[in-house]
């Protein structure tokens, strides 16, 4: 009989609901939810029916009425003229006219028999007519969600308790859009059938879902829960409704009260049955009523809602869950990274049982609040940052900062409570000193694993001092101002980890990744306290924060390294192929073009012809320079140095003036620069030549870092200030060839013109 009984109440909810909302539809007419009020001078708002069209539209008690439009177009006394907002002048009515027959009204805010007026805002009834039109749509959406509903659990989606009920279950998600029309309309009975029609569904399904526990006593408890929770509700909603005021935060407590309603006894109903899915099946089932009626508060997200309680039981729950299962188990954290070649004071297991005592007190402090979400929260956040960091996600030189990482990220969300009874009582100085000391504390593990990658001994020493000494300064600083020790907080881990960033490893340079990656690590502890500045918690930050890491190392990092080295490589190979091309060329024209000459040569010799014998010998002469500009062995075997003197010697005869060379090159660099170097020197010197005037200087040095710089300088009339960036464009080809040179190999290349004139032109390289 409960079946038919209960799929009886449901049709019979549906039946009056859709009675309610199609006839509100149908009238086309909407309550604007206010009184008037007035005294002979003037007109204000009396009353608002609370959550009606009025109250919706912003309109509040004592407002004052500027001007009113009524449905007939007859005319309102007015009285005498006001100020209107520093300009012009309006003449309020003097008589209040019913709610039914206003089409527009114009409220503003001034002082009861003031002459000024402050702002102005508008009621407009054919607004909400329009709105109050379109809702016949939302009817007809919640009857197909209804039928969809129906439809589902008699498919055994939900197994054999929903498919009896499914009418009723139906009907329940159905019934909240059916009334919404009424609510539209804005009368006290339709606002009172928005709130009673879910009240009364949460009720059905309630009685309906503790029905199935096996045990009497518990099913007369679940439905006695029910029935003393749906009383409660209407009670909220007759206070709601009868208030004198316009309350505000009695609605959440309503719609969490009906959300009880159904909730309540399907959790009694779940206790009886033995399996997971079986539990949160019913619990899916309890949550319905209330995922409908968030129609009324959020639009139509109750069809993704009830989508979501409902599609999940299509999935193979037991098989993902063993495979999830078996895959953790399945799941080796490897060995974290070499330590670095510095000398750890402490010792990665202290400084990790260190975090830990720090993670117990703050979960200690926290729990001693009322509220534990937060601690929870902050535990499985913390775990899952150093799960994340073990697992490689920030490289696999920072798996030793799981541990402490993990913590600074989850204390400030643990001490959230405490922050919240500081905020709502007074407390003493020591328990605000706790909410800047504690974050501290949980960054000092942070601080010590960037101090132990400092090279240095000394620099390693004193930045973590610097850090316990920051420490303690916050715990002193901390009792009066709690925002500014947690600014100081979150210099603890940055001081060390500046100077591990800057400073190079005792092997070589740091790379300029492995640099933001400890300035990376550095800021997160402080990022991770911006939780604790807000009157609000808003743990967005650092979420954005670590998200921001993931994305930055794993898709922005990892890639941007690759395409460098393929960049690289590509140049290199572009190298390469010019080079071999060159070479290719040079044995070309000696083996073939010089060959043809020499014999030319000789022929002419015999023949007795001395002038073409001189033409030929000046033509061969020239293409054994080109072959030596072509294919350098002077460079390959002794240098950039000796090529760059033999270079100037050649070009001295050429130039009109002195061309000396001034070099220091105790070291010889990797042979792509000193190719480059050459290349760019043999250009600029042309181009000296050719459009510049001695004296010529060349410079080229090597320091014992490996740092390559080349200059070259003439004292002509100077490049045009706008050469080197339209080389292309230009068609100078000799710029574009220095340019490409100097970006083949990593280098800066300045080309400028002396102000007293002349032009300079430098390459400089450093060792990556």
């Given at each position: 009989?409960?079946?038919l009984r209960g799929?009886?109440?449901a049709l ?8 309610a ?8 007419s909407v309550?604007?939810?206010l009184?008037?009020t007035?005294d002979r ?5 009396a009353?608002v029916?609370?959550?009606?069209i009025?109250a919706?539209?912003?309109?509040f008690?004592?407002a004052?009425v ?9 005319l309102?006394p007015r009285?005498?003229?006001r ?8 003449s309020p ?13 114009t409220?503003g805010?001034g002082d009861?028999?003031g002459q000024?007026v402050?702002g102005a805002?508008h ?16 009817v007809a959406i ?12 008699r498919?055994r ?11 009723a279950?139906?009907?329940v998600v159905?019934?909240?859009?059916l009334v919404i029309?009424?609510?539209f ?12 029609v879910?009240?009364?569904?949460a ?13 009497r006593a ?7 829960a029910?029935v003393?929770l749906?009383?409660?509700?209407v009670?909220?909603v007759?206070?709601r409704l009868t208030?004198q005021?316009?309350?505000n ?5 309503l719609y ?7 909730l309540?006894?399907?959790a009694?109903?779940?206790?009886a ?9 019913i619990l899916?089932l309890?949550l319905?009523?209330?995922?409908a ?7 139509l997200?109750?069809?993704?809602l009830?989508?979501?309680?409902l599609?999940?039981?299509?999935l193979?729950v037991?098989?993902i ?7 953790i ?10 330590a670095p ?6 010792g ?5 049982i260190a975090?830990?005592?720090v993670a117990?007190l703050?979960?200690?402090?926290g729990?001693?609040?009322i509220d534990?979400w937060?601690?929870i929260?902050g535990?499985w956040l ?8 073990r ?5 696999s030189?920072?798996?030793?900062a799981?541990?402490p ?22 407390i003493?100085?020591?328990a605000i000193?706790v909410?800047a000391?504690?974050?501290?504390l949980?960054?000092?593990p942070v601080a010590?694993?960037?101090?132990a990658r ?5 620099w390693?020493?004193r930045?973590?001092?610097?850090s ?12 009066t101002?709690?925002v ?6 979150g ?5 060390p980890?500046a ?8 092997d070589?340079?740091r790379?300029m990744?492995?640099?933001l990656?400890t ?12 939780v604790?500045?807000?009157s609000v918690p808003?743990p ?15 898709f922005?990092l990892?890639?941007l390294?690759?395409l ?9 190979l572009?190298v ?6 060159r070479?290719?060329?040079?044995a ?5 073009a ?6 030319l040569?000789?022929?002419l010799?015999?023949?007795g ?5 001189e033409?030929?010998?000046g ?16 460079l ?14 050649r070009i001295r ?5 002195d061309v000396?060379l001034?070099?220091t090159d105790p070291t010889?660099p990797p042979s792509g620069?000193e190719?480059a170097?050459?290349r760019?020197?043999q250009e600029a010197l ?5 459009h ?6 060349v410079?080229?040095?090597?320091d014992?870092a490996g740092?390559?710089s080349l200059s070259?300088d003439?004292?002509g ?14 068609g100078h ?8 040179r100097?970006?083949q190999i990593?280098g800066l290349?300045?080309?400028r013109r002396?102000p007293?004139g002349?032009?300079?032109v ?7």
């Amino acid at each position: 009989m409960l079946p038919l009984r209960g799929a009886s109440v449901a049709l019979f909810l549906v039946a009056a609901a859709g009675i309610a909302g199609v006839g509100a539809w149908a009238s086309g007419s909407v309550d604007l939810g206010l009184q008037l009020t007035s005294d002979r001078s003037e007109v204000r708002v009396a009353d608002v029916t609370p959550d009606g069209i009025a109250a919706r539209d912003g309109v509040f008690p004592g407002a004052l009425v500027l001007d009113v439009e009524t449905r007939d177009g007859g005319l309102v006394p007015r009285g005498r003229p006001r100020t209107f907002d520093g300009g012009g002048t309006i003449s309020p009515p003097i008589e209040a006219l019913p709610q039914s027959e206003i089409a527009v009204l114009t409220l503003g805010y001034g002082d009861p028999g003031g002459q000024t007026v402050d702002g102005a805002s508008h009621l407009v009834r054919d607004d909400w007519e329009r709105r109050l039109s379109t809702t016949i749509w939302i009817v007809a959406i919640g009857l197909g969600l209804g039928a969809a509903v129906w439809w589902a659990l008699r498919r055994r989606i939900a197994g054999p308790l929903a498919r009896h009920e499914a009418v009723a279950f139906g009907a329940v998600v159905a019934a909240p859009h059916l009334v919404i029309p009424a609510i539209f309309a804005g009368s006290s009975v339709g606002i009172a059938a928005g709130y009673l029609v879910p009240t009364a569904g949460a009720l059905l399904i309630g009685c309906i879902l503790a029905r199935r526990h096996l045990d009497r006593a518990w099913r007369q408890t679940g439905i006695s829960a029910a029935v003393v929770l749906a009383s409660l509700a209407v009670l909220l909603v007759v206070r709601r409704l009868t208030s004198q005021s316009l309350p505000n935060g009695d609605q959440f407590q309503l719609y969490a009260m009906i959300a009880a309603i159904s909730l309540a006894p399907a959790a009694i109903a779940a206790l009886a049955h033995s399996t997971a899915r079986e539990r949160t099946g019913i619990l899916s089932l309890g949550l319905l009523p209330i995922a409908a009626t968030t129609a009324i508060t959020r639009d139509l997200t109750s069809a993704s809602l009830v989508a979501a309680l409902l599609g999940w039981q299509l999935l193979p729950v037991e098989r993902i869950t063993a495979v999830i299962s078996a895959g953790i188990r399945r799941i080796t954290i490897p060995a974290a990274a070499a330590a670095p070649a510095v000398a750890d004071p402490i010792g990665r297991d202290r400084r990790d049982i260190a975090a830990y005592i720090v993670a117990g007190l703050t979960a200690a402090v926290g729990l001693t609040q009322i509220d534990t979400w937060a601690v929870i929260i902050g535990l499985w956040l913390g775990a899952a940052v150093g799960f994340a960091i073990r697992r490689g996600f920030l490289g696999s030189a920072w798996t030793d900062a799981a541990v402490p990482l993990g913590v600074a990220a989850a204390v400030p969300i643990m001490l959230l409570p405490l922050q919240a009874f500081q905020t709502e009582f007074a407390i003493g100085p020591a328990a605000i000193a706790v909410m800047a000391f504690i974050p501290a504390l949980a960054a000092l593990p942070v601080a010590h694993l960037l101090a132990a990658r400092i090279g240095d001994p000394t620099w390693r020493r004193r930045s973590f001092i610097a850090s316990c000494g920051l420490v303690t300064m916050i715990a002193v600083l901390g009792a009066t101002r709690t925002v500014q020790g947690l600014a100081l907080a979150g210099f603890v881990a940055v001081i060390p980890g500046a100077i591990a960033a800057l400073a190079d490893r005792p092997d070589g340079p740091r790379g300029m990744p492995e640099r933001l990656e400890t300035l990376a690590v550095a800021l997160t502890p402080g990022v991770a306290m911006t939780v604790l500045t807000y009157s609000v918690p808003n743990p967005f930050v650092l979420i954005a924060w670590l998200v921001a890491l993931v994305v930055w190392r794993r898709f922005t990092l990892a890639p941007l390294l690759g395409l460098a080295a393929r960049t690289q490589q590509q140049r290199d190979l572009a190298v390469v192929a010019v080079e071999t091309e060159r070479a290719r060329l040079a044995a070309d024209l000696h083996d073939d073009a010089l060959q043809e000459l020499s014999a030319l040569v000789r022929r002419l010799d015999a023949a007795g012809d001395p002038e073409g014998a001189e033409l030929a010998r000046g033509v061969a002469e020239r293409l054994r320079a080109i072959c030596s500009d072509l294919r350098l062995p002077l460079l390959d075997d002794l240098g950039a140095g000796p090529a760059l003197e033999w270079l100037v010697a050649r070009i001295r005869p050429l130039a009109d003036g002195d061309v000396h060379l001034e070099r220091t090159d105790p070291t010889r660099p990797p042979s792509g620069v000193e190719l480059a170097v050459f290349r760019v020197a043999q250009e600029a010197l042309a181009n000296a030549v050719k459009h510049g005037k001695a004296p010529i200087t060349v410079r080229y040095h090597v320091d014992p870092a490996g740092r390559v710089s080349l200059s070259v300088d003439d004292a002509g009339p100077g490049i045009d200030a706008q050469a080197a960036d339209s080389a292309l464009s230009a068609g100078h080809m000799g710029v574009a060839n220095m340019q490409q040179r100097a970006e083949q190999i990593g280098g800066l290349l300045d080309i400028r013109r002396w102000p007293t004139g002349g032009t300079h032109v430098a390459l400089d390289w450093r060792p990556q």
